[in-house]
Nanobody
Framework: QVQLVESGGGLVQAGGSLRLSCAASGRTFSSYVMGWFRQAPGKEREYLAAISGSGVITYYADSVKGRFTISRDNAKNTVYLQMNSLKPEDTAVYYC?????????????????WGQGTQVTVSS
């Protein structure tokens, strides 16, 4: 089992940067694929990025590729989402999620554990 807690959200101006963190409980963090999602009011949940247990394989949605970077530090049981060149349309609640690693990394469906979310607001 794993519990996830996101942090690092807040208010930032367009063009700025923000780094989100997701801290996980337990001793088996490196066994999990970690992903980031976001959901804005009135919109469907969007799969943004994922990283394999070892950190070797990553996935990015086209909407954030080149601007966002996912990384992990298994020694700290933490996954990060570095967000650069932020736009007002990036405003959403951002969630981290975890799943066992033997899945196709681009598949957004089989996530087992979810954080509570952290609000990101990009002003224009």
């Amino acid at each position: 089992q794993v519990q996830l807690v996101e942090s690092g959200g807040g208010l930032v101006q367009a063009g700025g940067s923000l780094r989100l963190s997701c801290a996980a409980s337990g001793r088996t963090f490196s066994s999990y694929v970690m992903g980031w999602f976001r959901q804005a009011p009135g919109k469907e949940r969007e799969y943004l990025a994922a990283i394999s247990g070892s950190g070797v394989i990553t996935y990015y949605a086209d909407s954030v590729k080149g601007r966002f970077t996912i990384s992990r530090d298994n020694a700290k049981n933490t996954v990060y989402l570095q967000m650069n060149s932020l736009k007002p349309e990036d405003t959403a609640v951002y969630y981290c999620a975890a799943r066992l690693g033997k899945v196709v990394i681009s598949d957004p469906r089989p996530y087992d554990y979810w954080g509570q979310g952290t609000q990101v607001t990009v002003s224009s």
